[in-house]
């Protein structure tokens, strides 16, 4: 036990919690704890340019590595910038601790400046969160923080300290035990269920594993793995889970959902078993509930029993960690003996990829924002050392139907909460997770400029990453649902190709820029930029007319999606041209 | 359909604010809160009355046992709990009519909490079904004001498993 501030307390709490790394910006309310960076620490602090930035930094963190991400704010606008990436962790339940400085105590309450009740406005968005009041809290908040934030679902939470606490005095010592009596999430799953939920699997004909984020958050990919061989299940995974189940797989079976290709869809709403492992049924997945996977016996598996009936009736809940039940009811499987009975389901579903492989316009002068997607993918086949990033928008969609990622952790996205801007601070956090990789954010031009200011970040903290921007000049997404439902009236989503000159922005940042209008120019650029080993950016001007197929639309079911047909399609992204082009 | 909710709660600051917030946020009705201290200076125990299918209810007993602070979550199934409410209702009472107000109030055992030169106070204290026919009955007479307290409940005494304990983990 050693006498210190609050600040070093909060220090030695980090230490001892074994974080590598924070992201941050200080301000005025939280100066005690950067004064005690300044004093020394093993903790890296990684400086952002915007507190959002950091949080999205600390989710890149947190997804790449399956540890906690931490982030520091100050009070005030400081911490509000830090709603986005706590809301973000909230929906996608990345394990994230953020620390914010709070006006001195004696000030709370008086509309003191930078004062904002940052737990108020937060709690509809964490798991929990702490007001310090007393600096001898701040050993067991700490470790009540980390625990919370990795322990059940994992998500966010928010240590707010003020300022006269940092500075107090305490005698420290780190709690072995969080003293949490409310906190007890689920340890172990019932034998029975497990049992149960074996025996639906091996009576199953077409079955189907829906997977979503919670496999990987339970880092239980070897289990899934071994699920689904047991029982030869197929397997799609959710935008959130890509990279939980080996892509090149046999059983593989894509993504369902909006923009998901028509046989994943059709998987998932043909099946009589359908398996949600980590998996929230998502309007985004299943587009009209009441038409999704009809007739389906339905086993739902989760570490949070409030997502079992929320939105789909369970016929066999489990409830459990997922490492555990996965691999539960993999034995129980194997113990069983039983032959599967999938085979033609699994041809069937074959059949199906084959009859309606993702399509797109090959022709014009225009280079194609799906080639510079198939053009990564194929320059890093076989590595496995590549982690993706993306924003949210059409690029994020074109990332998920054409990169193959073979490995968990490591395609990290904004799923839930579609936060644009993503992209890139994630990509410097998951830089920081994993230094031996090499991090490539596909980003949207309307995303990157949300965040963009990063790029300093990257350059000066020495964590290069590749940012490949599919810059086709416009809100894409955006411009996509105005051509098929607002009649082709485009409202406010032109950004241009050119205003800002990407190349030269990420020049005037230390970093790499590269410009590329045609397919000749793609590979020769992604390829220095890969190589360089320094932080580039790629702008890789695409044609502006390009949409994302296929497409269930909002609240439609998930068989009437909208595919691309050819001229139909072609006439559906030409915006006033004649037709209005609903190419259904 | 309405169902009484019993949450047993750490005695901590915001602990009752992230309840209400998750139920604004859920879109479940609130009918009647009653919040209060318990057997142990750390526990506080909130009595939620609120409308809603039998499916949301298994909703927001789960949602409720997320939060942290919150400790045990149990439903008070009518027949095996007691469910009590406190009102006070000022009823004006000129001088003629007293007679059968006090009459009435007899037979509620309400009690006169308080007389004035037009009205009474009256206290009742009962099950919320008791207190609702008081109310209906003195309604007529010119009810000025009235206030309930939100029903407060235990499980009965002959249940010796106390509150049903939720594990939440579904079989």
Redesign the interface.
Do not use: D, F, I, W
């Given at each position: 036990m050693s006498r210190m501030n609050g600040a070093d307390a909060v220090l030695r709490s980090l230490e001892a919690e074994g974080v590598e790394v924070v992201f941050g910006i200080p301000g005025g309310a939280i100066l005690p704890l950067y004064d005690a960076f300044a004093r020394g620490t093993t903790v890296r602090h990684v400086l952002a340019r915007h507190e959002q930035g950091a949080g999205h930094m600390a989710e890149g963190y947190a997804r790449a590595s399956g540890r906690v991400g931490v982030a520091v704010a100050t009070s005030g606008p400081g911490a509000t910038n830090l709603v986005t990436p706590i809301a973000d962790a909230w929906m996608d339940s990345t394990p994230l601790v953020c620390i914010t400085g709070q006006v001195r105590s004696q000030l709370i309450g008086t509309d003191a400046f930078q004062e904002c009740d940052i737990v108020g406005v937060t709690i509809p968005i964490v798991k929990h969160s702490w007001l310090v009041q007393d600096v001898r809290d701040i050993p067991h908040v700490l470790k009540a923080a980390f625990h919370v934030a990795r322990t059940g679902r994992c998500g966010p939470v928010l240590v707010d300290i003020p300022r006269d606490v940092q500075e107090a005095e305490l005698d420290f010592a780190y709690p072995a035990e969080p003293d949490l009596p409310g906190w007890r999430p689920p340890r172990r799953a019932h034998p029975r269920q497990l049992a149960a939920a074996a025996e639906a699997i091996a009576a199953a004909e077409r079955p189907v594993l829906y997977v979503g984020g919670g496999v990987l958050n339970a880092n239980a990919s070897a289990q899934l793995l071994e699920l689904a061989e047991t029982a030869r299940a197929p397997v799609v995974t959710t935008l959130m889970a890509k990279g939980a189940f080996p892509e090149t797989h046999e059983l593989f079976f894509g993504w369902p959902g909006m923009h998901g290709p028509k046989w994943s869809n059709w998987a998932m709403n043909k099946c009589d078993l359908l398996v949600a492992a980590g998996a929230r049924f998502d309007d985004r997945v299943t587009g009209k509930l009441s038409a999704f996977a009809q007739g389906a016996t339905v086993i739902h598996l989760d570490i949070d029993s409030a997502e079992i009936g929320k939105l789909r009736a369970a016929d066999i809940p489990v409830v459990g960690p997922l490492d555990e039940v996965l691999g539960g009811i993999a034995a129980e499987l194997a113990k069983r003996g039983s032959a599967p009975r999938t085979d033609a389901w699994l041809a069937q579903l074959a059949d199906w990829r084959e009859e309606f492989p993702l399509r797109y316009d090959q022709t014009g002068d225009l280079l194609k924002p799906q080639t510079v997607l198939e053009t990564l993918r194929d320059m890093t086949a076989g590595r496995d050392d590549i982690v993706w990033t993306t924003g949210v928008g059409q690029h994020q969609m074109w990332a998920m139907q054409y990169l193959v990622c073979e490995h968990p952790r490591t395609f990290i996205t904004s799923g839930g909460l579609g936060t644009m801007g993503y992209g890139l601070p994630a990509a410097i956090g998951a830089k920081a997770a994993r230094p031996d990789a090499t991090v490539v954010c596909v980003d949207g031009d309307g995303c990157f400029q949300m965040t963009c200011q990063e790029l300093a970040t990257a350059t000066l903290e020495d964590l290069p990453i590749v940012v490949c921007l599919i810059n086709n000049g416009y809100l894409g997404m955006v411009q996509q649902w105005q051509n098929l439902f607002f009649d082709d009236r485009l409202s406010h989503v032109q950004l241009t190709h050119q205003v800002p000159d990407y190349a030269a922005l990420a020049e005037a940042y230390g970093a790499a820029g590269f410009t590329v209008s045609s397919e000749e120019e793609l590979e020769p650029a992604l390829a220095e930029a890969l190589s360089l080993g320094r932080t580039a950016v790629v702008d890789c001007r695409v044609d502006p007319r390009e949409q994302c197929f296929p497409m269930i639309p909002a609240g439609a079911a998930a068989l009437d999606l909208i595919e691309y047909s050819g001229d139909a399609a072609a006439s559906a992204a030409g915006r006033g041209a004649e037709g209005k082009g609903v190419a259904r | 359909m309405r169902h009484t909710i019993s949450a047993l709660?750490?005695n901590k600051?915001?602990a009752l604010?992230?309840i209400v917030?998750?139920f604004a946020?859920r879109g479940y009705n609130i009918d009647s809160l009653a919040v209060g201290t318990t057997e142990r200076h750390d526990v506080s125990r909130v009595t939620l009355r609120v409308d809603c299918e039998q499916?949301p209810l298994?909703?927001i007993e789960?949602?409720m046992?997320?939060?942290?602070?919150?400790?045990r979550v149990a439903e008070l199934v009518p027949g095996e709990s007691i469910e009590r409410e406190l009102a006070l209702i000022k009823v004006a009472a000129p001088p003629e009519r007293r007679a059968e107000l006090l009459a009435l109030s007899d037979v509620f055992h309400a009690r006169v909490a308080d007389v004035g030169p037009e009205a009474l106070v009256f206290e009742i204290a009962g099950t919320p079904e008791e207190i609702d026919s008081f109310e209906e009955l003195v309604r007529p007479h010119g009810v000025k004001e009235l206030v309930r307290t939100g029903r407060i409940g235990l499980t009965r005494a002959s249940d010796r498993k106390g509150i049903k304990r939720r594990q939440?983990?579904?079989?």
């Open positions: - | 709660l750490e600051p915001g604010l992230r917030s998750m946020r499916h298994e909703q789960k949602q046992h997320k939060l942290v602070n919150v400790l939440h983990v579904l079989r």
